[in-house]
């Protein structure tokens, strides 16, 4: 399996923006569903958001929809997420997914097969 590489997270203040970066190969990813997700202390691993392919789907969770913002660059492998107005209930270890699944956007975590080693970010009051 050919790993997916998060980066750029980092402690900021509420109001704060971040972005994150997923690299992935371009052999192995090329026509992938890539999702994010994320994960704090003691909660379940959640759905943030989901692109397509060609970028012409995307699916945001209600959570984060007009705050973040997800794009796919399809010539550097590089899918990113930039996050505005952070909250403190932001905080989390943000992981990067990719799914095989053709279709809509799949929000469930079994859904996608190769993960990210995952990026904190926490957001402080």
């Known amino acids: 399996q050919v790993p997916l590489v998060e980066s750029g997270g980092g402690l900021v203040q509420a109001g704060a923006s971040l972005r994150v970066s997923c690299a992935a190969s371009?052999?192995?990813?090329?026509?992938?569903?890539m999702g994010w997700f994320r994960q704090a202390p003691g909660k379940e691993r959640e759905f943030v958001v989901g692109?397509?392919?060609?970028?012409?789907?995307?699916s945001y969770a209600d959570s984060v929809k007009g705050r973040f913002t997800v794009s796919r660059d399809g010539a550097k492998n590089v899918v990113y997420l930039q996050m505005n107005s952070l909250k403190p209930e932001d905080s989390a270890v943000y992981y990067c997914a990719a799914s095989w699944r053709i279709g809509q956007i799949p929000i469930v975590q079994d859904a996608y097969v190769y993960w990210g080693q995952g990026t904190q970010v926490t957001v402080s009051s």
């Open positions: 371009g052999l192995t990813f090329s026509g992938t569903t």
């Open positions: 692109i397509s392919s060609s970028g012409s789907r995307i």
